[in-house]
């Protein structure tokens, strides 16, 4: 099993629509929760961080935290055609002091005009 | 605020070469930064984490002699791969956490990408 694992899509979605992309994770005990867009041939670039459960809003993006069941999304409202790269997830372990993020592999988001 | 600097953004060089790129945090501290391979459609690999005054720790199956890695200031570590060769061709990417404040994300320099001919 996967320790992150996120669909490779690609995911379509109308300009203008919500998109939404899911995460899961093994470690029960991980503590943060990393969203970051990585468009084609560039570094990741940091979009949203989450620690506590429930929604935290930023723009028009929102994360969403459920330990309980090891999940956590990522929601763009109004998307845009600049909103088309891959969105990594990326999840901090629980040992303290351990800073290493374990990456998924990323879905591919496309907005279509 | 938290830029990341990473030299060069590519290289091409011939294969028995030695390569070292630089990543600096330019306006904070950074005890720890760490480094990655990319390979294309594949996701971020973490190769090792660089501490500060200290030995690289290296991930399960990276090679140390062949990756040096040096921590020597809290805003710069360097990755030099040595004698690279074509299967090392690959986006290396280094990230930084600021020091000191617990659960900060990490940032990401821009990327090296390397091509072994």
């Known amino acids: 099993q996967k320790e992150v694992e996120q669909n490779s899509g690609p995911l379509s979605v109308p300009e203008g629509a919500i998109a939404s992309l899911n995460c899961t994770y093994s470690?029960?005990?991980?503590?943060?929760f990393f969203w970051y867009r990585q468009y084609s041939g560039k570094s990741p670039e940091l979009i949203m961080f989450?620690?506590?459960?429930g929604d935290k809003e930023d723009g028009r993006f929102t994360a969403q935290l459920n330990k309980a069941s090891q999940y956590v999304s990522l929601l763009i409202r109004d998307s845009q055609p600049s909103d088309s790269a891959t969105y990594l997830c990326?999840?901090?372990?629980?040992?303290?002091?351990?800073?290493?993020?374990?990456f998924g592999t990323g879905t591919r988001l496309t907005i279509i005009p | 605020g938290a830029v990341v600097s990473q030299h060069p953004s590519w290289v091409i060089c011939k294969s028995g070469t030695s390569v070292k790129i630089e990543c600096r945090s330019l306006?904070?501290?950074?005890?720890?930064m760490f480094w990655y391979r990319q390979f294309p459609k594949q996701s971020l690999m973490l190769m090792a984490t660089?501490?500060?005054?200290?030995?690289?720790?290296?991930e399960q199956g990276v090679e140390k002699d062949k990756f040096l890695i040096n921590h020597a200031s809290l805003t710069l570590s360097t990755l030099t791969v040595t004698s690279a060769h074509p299967e090392d061709s690959s986006f290396y990417i280094c990230s930084a956490r600021p020091r000191g404040i617990s659960n900060q994300p990490q940032h990401f320099g821009d990327g090296t990408r390397l091509s072994i001919l």
């Open positions: 990326a999840v901090k372990g629980a040992n303290f002091g351990n800073e290493k993020l374990t």
């Open positions: 660089s501490n500060e005054g200290s030995k690289a720790t290296y």
């Open positions: 470690d029960r005990g991980s503590q943060s």
């Open positions: 306006d904070f501290q950074a005890t720890t």
């Open positions: 989450i620690y506590s459960n």
